[in-house]
């Protein structure tokens, strides 16, 4: 948020429908100043659409779009302060990067010295000075990924959108250009929406976080926060995995359909308000392993049973375990010590703060 | 394949490999050579007999090449004038026509290019004599022309230039059409969404992206209306007069008519010589390597 408190975007009951098909329902949202924002689900979840709309693209079906304060529902894109990095770069191919990237500027007639000096500053700042002359064609994958989005940058958009912008890279250069582009976030200072299926890419960059499904948002909050505690089972199963049981709820304390009691933090237990059947989840690499004889050391929450698989991942080995009347639980140990072998009891523990109430 | 290859094999796969495109390019190359470049070095030598029919013989006659000049410059004049407008006619018709199907067409886009098509389920000389109805003069448009005044009380429009004009341009409207949808259909759309997001204005957005993006289409339709357009001769035969013969008309006469062969022969490979000639710095200027692209 800027000091006088005006959201960067503000989506005030907007809805999207295409036919009979809902791609957007009733979502109020609103961005601050200077945020990296990701809008992350799986695909027809409506994060497409949202953008499109915010960048004037699609006009919503209902609702209000504000940028910093001012109502631009229904005005075109060349009327909007707001750049676009496609998905597919969409950069003209008949034009050499540089004219690609002078684009924007020439449509707005500012002079020529103005324009030169400002394409060399801004291929500068995603590092192709070198390659003004040469066409999109000619480019690598993440060159063009640069092009595209130093001429969206070079226009000073107050808000810049990004459409899975590094889908079609590879791994590799997924991760450089992730650093890159929040790097270039926090040097221009601007806004960055950025549309992703990818709940990695997601968390390495954004600020912020708004997990959507079925063109509603499901989870909006920092990427710590929307990991640690997911709230409904589809956050946690979109972001990371988790182990989910039901039990029921008596104060603080959950009882599982095999007898052993999982105890929750005042907090979470106050998010159960007043229900009985309540869905429990803890992450994998918050449960360790502990021998038969439980000691004071030992976690409150505990559950026995017998390894069923051991997948060896490098770092760290991802254990599933039998257990009994609740099923297959996930267990990821840093390799630190000893590697337990299939067919092993243990106890496996874990902290009540680390438990969460999914709805 | 699962064993692993010896080095001589593998090089006998690479040699055969590196045939493979030749292969492919044999049977075309073979129906050039036979029924393109044999009939034109044939051509070339018939230009250049002299003699009466049917004792022709091989004497150097440049003299026949002249005749294009000497004899039938208003023909020539009539072709390439008549080829022009008609090209230019086509273009102003058929650009919109393109757009319209290519972006707006919908699920109606195959149904469109369909009825684009159609007249051509017609035979040709049923189509352009169907002309000679629609212009006649007591037609219903001499009619309404003349009503309102555009048109004298007197004049006519079949047998005139205007009436061979605008036959060829129906003719070869939709050569002119299909390419341009072509290239108009596969633009991506996230282009002009971009020139739109870059501050262009709807207008702008179409000069500077769509328009450059669609010119392989307008050069394959301008070529392909143009070059036929100029050899033509039905249209005229049909909607005009003597006065309206094109370059067409004349090679057609001497070869079935006169039985000249050797003037025939020099007309139709000057024809072809200056059509080229003059199309290569149109293509040129237009820019040929995204006509292949």
Known sequence: MTENGIPAVE??????????FTA??????????????????PSGCGKTTTLRMIGGFEDPTSGTIRLHGDDVTGLKPYRRAVNTVFQSYALFPHMTVAENVAFGLRRQKVDDAEIKRRVGETLELVQLSARGSAKPKQLSGGQQQRVALARALINHPRVLLLDEPLGALDLKLRKEMQIELKRIQQEVGITFIHVTHDQEEAMTMADSIAVMNHGRIERLGSPSEIYEDPRTPFVAGFLGASNLMHGTVSGNDVGLPNGAVIRLTDHQAARCNGHREVQIGVRPEKLSFYGRGTSENTPANRLTGVIADASFLGT???YLVEVPGIGQVA????????????????????????????? | MTTTLHEPELARLARRRAMVPYLLLLPGMAWLFAFFLVPILRLIGVSLQSGIYPNYEFTWQWDNYAR??????????????????????????????????????????????????MPFLMPFLLRTLSWKIILADEGLVVGTLKSIGLLGPNATLLATSVSVIAGIAYNFLPFMALPIYVSLEKLDRSLIEAATDLYARPT??????????????????????????????????LLGSPNEFMIGNVIQSRFLNVLDYPVAAA????LMAVIVLMLIPYVRATGTDDLVA
């Open chain 1, 316 to 318: 760290s080995t991802q």
């Open chain 2, 68 to 117: 294009l000049w000497t004899q039938y410059g208003g023909q020539v004049w009539n072709s390439l004038r008549f080829a022009f407008i008609a090209t230019v006619i086509c273009l102003v018709l058929a650009y919109p026509l393109a757009y319209f199907i290519a972006f707006r067409g919908g699920r109606w886009k195959n149904f469109l290019l369909v009825l684009l098509l």
């Open chain 1, 331 to 359: 267990v990821v140990e840093q390799n630190l010590g000893e590697i337990h072998a299939p067919g092993e009891e243990v106890v496996v523990a874990w902290k009540p703060e680390h438990t969460f109430v999914v709805e």
């Open chain 1, 24 to 41: 957007v329902d009733d979502l109020s949202l609103s961005i601050g100043e200077n945020t990296f924002f990701a809008m992350l689900g």
């Open chain 2, 267 to 270: 007309l139709s490979f000057t």
């Open chain 2, 204 to 237: 702008e957005a179409f000069r500077k992206v769509t328009l450059p993006l669609s010119m392989p289409g307008v050069v394959a339709g301008t070529l392909l209306t143009f070059i036929p357009a100029v050899g033509d001769y039905v249209n005229v035969l």
């Open chain 1, 11 to 20: 989506l005030d009951h907007v809805t999207k429908q295409f036919g009979e």
